[in-house]
DNA sequence: GTCTATATAAAGATAGAC
DNA sequence: GTCTATCTTTATATAGAC
């Protein structure tokens, strides 16, 4: 199966749109004619690059989820302490939903899973696995400092952070509104405070 | 502009099955085919009850806010301590979820923003305000009676709760498990025990 | 690698008979 | 109120020329 770091300059470009447009209007809300007119090619020049939607699709997660966890190895070099960590980890998800109330690629897909190939689903669920893994690896950290307390578990604790950020753009979307998931996780990790 | 409760009872069957697409599929995912299958009628006879896909949705969405209004008040009713009301109405989205992983209705519709008629996007949004409305009240009254503590205010704490349980839903559904947002809810409501 | 042309299916919606 | 037939548009996808 083909990796999304062995593809052409055109499929990256693909690519790039096709990720936009999920998290804009999800899986089922775009189409390979918006992709061809946002990049200037038409349409049967898409299934050169990529056979199908599904396909397509499932490249885009791949390096939605790579990207993301070098995005998580940046904030394990830069922060020290378990809050300060969560708190940036809160901010990925602020800075995306700021780009044009744009969702997480794997939030909108995991609302959309049944319409979704075997291939992207499992992509979609490797994402939140090691988002998950993450977490409680961050909050034991946390708590071991003495600086977190996690009433339930850190799993518990751990899932519950993660559900907070991808609701907190739904609802937002849902209000109309540009109040940013940052509130949401502050807020959240705040109550862990010892 | 019509109401819910002034409907046939053929035009409410459509309704329940249109509900019962959207929580599963989205607003996208689902066809007036799809309920006529369900339901055992033609695809243009829904047209006579519904002129159009987005006036059958506004209507699924006026009905679904009114229902949930209810129960609200049920909790009321049934509970005096804001920890139990709270509990229970993390148990309304478990309930949904557990009935064959659906999503909250405005939940998934909210996600779908972009792709809703301004009406039904009011109908959303109603149903987030008014939730947020309750929940305020809710927090207010536990802070006043010395059982919760509101970092950062009853606002943020109650949009923080929503997202929780909307954002397990999506997250449950990702993870491709049947893990409950109940559990995210209690999670973060004994986060917030005095 | 991109194009035009086309196949095939499904979508939302309308017309008019029963 | 429901049906058959049909319109129009859009979707994913393929064939084959350049």
Redesign the pocket.
């Known amino acids: 199966m083909r990796h999304f770091s062995d593809i ?1 300059a ?2 990256q470009r693909l690519v790039d749109v096709a990720q936009a447009l999920i998290q804009q209007h999800g899986y089922n809300g ?5 992709i ?1 007119r946002e990049v ?6 898409i ?3 990529f ?4 396909e397509l699709v499932r490249i885009v997660v791949q390096r939605y989820a790579h990207t993301f966890g070098a995005l998580l190895e940046q904030i394990d070099a830069r922060h020290q302490d378990a809050g300060a960590r969560l708190l940036a980890y809160a901010e990925l998800f602020a800075q995306t939903y700021q780009n044009e109330r744009r969702l997480c690629l794997c939030g909108i897909l995991g609302a959309e899973a049944d319409a979704l190939s075997a291939d992207v689903a499992l992509e979609v669920r490797g994402f939140f696995q090691f988002n998950l893994a993450w977490l409680v690896k961050t909050m034991e950290l946390g708590a071991a400092a003495g600086a977190l307390r996690l009433r339930g578990g850190a799993k518990e604790q751990a899932y519950a952070l993660l559900a907070v950020l991808e609701g907190a753009m739904l609802v937002g979307r849902g209000l109309g509104s540009d109040g940013s998931p940052a509130a949401a996780g502050q807020t959240y990790i705040s109550n862990l405070l010892a």
């Not at 775009?30 to 918006?34: E, G, Q």
């Not at 200037?40 to 020049?45: A, C, E, F, V």
């Open positions: 052409s055109t499929a775009f189409s390979y004619d918006d061809a200037g090619i038409k349409k049967p020049s299934h050169h690059h056979a199908t939607k599904a």
